[in-house]
Nanobody, 124 residues
Framework: QVQLVESGGGLVQAGDSLRPSCAAS????????TGWFRRAPGKEREFVAA????????LSADSVKGRFSISRDNAKNTVYLQMNSLKPEDTAVYYC?????????????????WGQGTQVTVSS
């Protein structure tokens, strides 16, 4: 069983940066791919970014490419989402997810473990 806890969300202004993190309670976090998803008010949950267990392969949604980047530190059992040039439309609850699959995926149905989410609010 993998437990995921997100932190680092908050209220910022447009153009600012945030770096939410996701801490995993598992002996070997390096065996899991990890993704970030978000759900904005009144919208479906959507994929943001994902990273493989070695950190060598990543995926990003078109809406965040060039602004967001995902990274991980397996020694700390932690995955990060660096968010730059934030926009009001980035406002959402951000969720971390993990999967024992081998290859990164943007499909939320392929992730077995989910955190409780962290709120990110970007004001204009």
């Amino acid at each position: 069983q993998v437990q995921l806890v997100e932190s680092g969300g908050g209220l910022v202004q447009a153009g600012d940066s945030l770096r939410p993190s996701c801490a995993a309670s598992v002996r070997t976090f390096g065996g899991y791919i990890t993704g970030w998803f978000r759900r904005a008010p009144g919208k479906e949950r959507e994929f943001v970014a994902a990273i493989n267990w070695r950190g060598a392969s990543t995926l990003s949604a078109d809406s965040v490419k060039g602004r967001f980047s995902i990274s991980r530190d397996n020694a700390k059992n932690t995955v990060y989402l660096q968010m730059n040039s934030l926009k009001p439309e980035d406002t959402a609850v951000y969720y971390c997810a993990a999967s024992a699959r081998t290859f990164v995926t943007r499909r939320d149905t392929e992730y077995e473990y989910w955190g409780q989410g962290t709120q990110v609010t970007v004001s204009s």
